[in-house]
């Protein structure tokens, strides 16, 4: 099965600041990787997605992500955040092949949020 | 264009009660996945549903229980609810099993 590690449960931050969300994943068999947003009382939303192919990916509302397979980690980072970045941050991940393919497996969520 | 929509959106029961949940995919897509997610916690994998057949099923007890009709609709049922069943049950769907998921706003379910 796979699993998914976000090393911070709480990321304060004040506005125009870089911020970087970390995430780390444990998997036997090739992933996709996610990061998903979710504000408060709302479902969630993809912010960002690696399939294959570059391993800098760039999503919505200026975030981005590194791929990097060695160190089997997937950190979200932004260059300069807003106010309306606070939300709860999800990475996730979903096996290529086996028995688990399509399962979404996410961690315990990093809630970032921005002071003025 | 329409998302996946997810009814009703809050729901209040009590200890011993069964639920149905309903979720409607976006249009074309076929595969429906249900998500259980308790409060500080990220969603947890219940069940997956592609053209109708279950493909998975997480680690949860044979009270839960879904299907996925026709139109590719979807519902949950979970029967003698107990008090850690409250959570957020998100729905997702895909156009096939393994692609990506987009999720529906959710169901808060509060049972006391």
């Known amino acids: 099965a796979q699993s998914v590690t976000q090393l911070d449960s709480q990321v304060p931050v004040f506005e125009e600041a870089p911020v970087e969300l970390r995430c780390n994943y444990s998997s036997s068999v090739s992933v996709y990787l996610f990061w998903y947003v979710q504000y408060p009382n709302q479902g969630l939303q993809l912010l960002l997605k690696y399939l294959s192919g570059s391993t800098l990916v760039k999503g919505i509302n200026g975030f981005e992500a590194e791929f990097n397979k060695s160190q089997t980690s997937f950190h979200l980072r932004k260059p300069s955040v807003h106010i309306s970045d606070t939300a709860e941050y999800f990475c996730a991940v979903s096996a290529l092949r086996g028995s688990t393919l399509g399962r979404l497996y996410f961690g315990r969520g990093t809630q970032l949020t921005v002071w003025p | 264009d329409a998302g996946v929509t997810q009814s009703p959106t809050h729901l209040i029961k009590t200890r011993g009660q069964h639920v149905t949940l309903r979720c409607s995919p976006i249009s074309g897509h076929k595969s429906v996945s249900w998500y259980q997610q308790v409060l500080g916690q990220g969603p947890q994998f219940i069940f997956q549903y592609y053209e109708k057949e279950e493909r998975g099923r997480g680690n949860f007890p044979d009270r839960f229980s879904a299907r996925q009709f026709p139109n590719y609709s979807s519902e949950l049922n979970v029967n003698a609810l107990l008090l850690g069943d409250s959570a957020l049950y998100l729905c997702?769907?895909?156009?096939?099993?393994?692609?990506?998921?987009?999720f529906g706003p959710g169901t808060r379910l509060t049972v006391l």
């Open positions: 997702a769907s895909s156009s096939t099993e393994y692609n990506e998921q987009f």
